[in-house]
């Protein structure tokens, strides 16, 4: 019996994959505190996704998923950091104000191409602004890994792939060449 590629098993959890012009489109905001309705639905249709997602694949890095994962065109995204006591990030109208000099390069995959991972160079530190339900502006200060995963989904709402930022020259490698799995990223101290 042949093993179920990781993108197949993706895509039957609901993943939209690499391919469809969705993941290559700007998503739009929503109106808040008017759309908060249309918000919470989208919310709680991520977070059911992602736990779908987590039943099916561990994420020793964390995990996160945006809306046009699942085929939806608005700009939202959950994320659930790799500690185990950490709260689930939420990210409604998110964008990034501010990014630290320093950075680094670290694999990531996406379960939108889940076969391959690819070596992404990104802020080690990242200021968001999102929008509360109530329509308020938040901002929030990302460091290391879980600015890493937040710039992720953000990608994805502004319609960009990791592969869209990685170095050029550099190419995706076939996830059996991946030799990191079940490790979080690995940072000086």
């Known amino acids: 019996m042949d093993e179920v590629r990781p993108s197949e098993q993706m895509r039957k959890l609901g993943v ?14 929503f ?11 989208v919310v709680e249709n991520l977070f059911a996704s992602m736990e779908r997602i987590a039943q099916a694949h561990t994420f020793a890095k964390g995990m996160g998923i945006a809306a046009p994962q699942i085929g939806i065109a608005r700009a939202a995204a959950v994320v659930q950091p790799a500690e185990s006591d ?18 680094d ?33 938040v901002t929030t200060v ?16 502004d319609g960009l792939l990791y592969t869209d930022r990685m170095r050029s020259g550099v190419l995706p490698i076939r ?3 991946y030799r990191q799995t079940g490790r979080d990223w690995a940072y000086e101290s």
Request: proline fraction near 6%.
């Open 175 to 177: 996830v059996e060449e």
């Open 16 to 29: 939209v994959q690499v391919g469809a012009p969705i993941l290559g489109e700007s998503t739009r905001p």
């Open 86 to 103: 950490a709260s689930a990030v939420v990210l409604l109208n998110p964008r990034v104000t501010d990014v630290s000099e320093e950075t």
């Open 142 to 157: 990302y460091q290391r890994g879980q600015a890493r995963l937040v710039q992720h989904e953000i990608d994805h709402l």
């Open 105 to 137: 390069e670290q694999y990531e995959g996406c379960l939108s191409f889940f076969d391959v991972r690819g070596q992404v160079p990104r802020p080690l530190r990242i200021t968001v602004e999102t929008t509360s339900l109530d329509g308020a502006t």
């Open 31 to 41: 109106d808040l505190p008017a759309e908060r309705d249309a918000a919470e639905r």
